[in-house]
């Protein structure tokens, strides 16, 4: 599976959507990449899961367990896993704190694991989700996600494999381009969701 046909995939669910978006990070965009849309039909996430675990495989090799952050990344990070053969397994918060391995999720010494997220715009859920792990005895070797949208400028810290790099413009609510700022914002992500 190239880029393209994973654009195909987004713009066909109706999950490409364009307009005035506030994204999770605070950022501005004109593009929103609605992936729920894409994760309630099993046909279509199982279609781009396999091409990630494949991308995954080359790039990182044997992986043993498969890490995600809640909650967006859980269906891609389970999906995943099952393609390579691996255990999937979540970090997740309690409003407002740092992301943490619960429910007695461990990365044993001599595992290899891999981050998986959904969607990377400035890569802070996957940096959080590193920082997590930094006491686990096993190896985090890599991470990778359905799309890049930071255009390969996300920070992680790990090497990341995506299925498809964009580079899709984000502004701070202060420097809208004209023809954004004539648009209402909407803010369709999850974290617009939590209670303060």
Not at 54 to 71: H, K, M
Not at 112 to 130: H, K, M, P, Q
Not at 166 to 172: G, K, N
């Amino acid at each position: 599976m190239n880029a393209d046909d994973v654009l195909e995939e987004f713009r066909s669910a109706g999950a490409l959507l364009q307009g005035h978006f506030i994204l999770s990070s605070g950022l501005r965009s004109p593009v929103f990449l609605q992936k729920m849309t894409i994760f309630s039909d099993p046909v279509r996430t199982e279609r781009l899961c396999r091409a990630l675990a494949e991308a995954i495989t080359a790039r990182f090799g044997r992986i043993d367990i498969v890490v995600s952050p809640a909650i967006g990344g859980i269906v891609p990070g389970y999906e995943t896993a099952r393609h390579l053969g691996a255990k999937a397994i979540f970090v997740e918060r309690d409003p407002g704190g740092p992301f943490t391995l619960r429910r007695g999720f461990t990365i044993p010494s001599g595992t290899r694991a891999v981050i998986v997220e959904d969607i990377v715009t400035t890569g802070l859920s996957a940096r959080e989700c590193l920082a997590s792990l930094k006491d686990e005895a096993g190896e985090v070797v890599g991470a990778a996600c359905l799309i890049d949208r930071s255009g390969g400028r996300g920070e992680i810290g790990l090497p990341l494999v995506s299925l498809a790099a964009l580079d899709i413009p984000t502004y701070p609510a202060d420097a809208l381009p004209p023809e954004l700022a004539a648009i209402p914002a909407i803010k369709p992500g999850s974290r617009a969701m939590l209670k303060p």
